[in-house]
């Protein structure tokens, strides 16, 4: 390996923009400020949204429904 050519790997400080929480990595950067963190973010909190599908399609039947019965009748 050639040296004087590698970036200085040090243990930085990641501060959470939307928890406030803290915590140390390995990284060439002097700082790092992520916007949502493990502790925050709803996938591994277990607060995410659970899209209710049939929900969807109930709102679709209802918005396009005569329409589509209209264009079977007609063969289309």
């Known amino acids: 390996m050639k ?3 590698h970036p200085e790997y040090n243990e930085v ?3 959470c923009g939307g928890c406030g929480y803290e915590f140390m ?3 060439v950067a002097s700082e790092i400020n992520v916007g949502v963190c493990r502790s925050c973010h709803p996938f591994y909190t277990g607060k ?7 929900g969807r ?7 396009f429904g005569k329409f589509l019965e209209a264009r079977k009748k007609k063969g289309a």
């Open 48 to 54: 995410a949204r659970v899209l209710d599908s049939e």
């Open 13 to 15: 400080q990641v501060k």
């Open 3 to 5: 040296s004087d050519i």
């Open 25 to 27: 990595v390995g990284s």
């Open 57 to 63: 399609v109930d709102q679709f039947q209802r918005k």
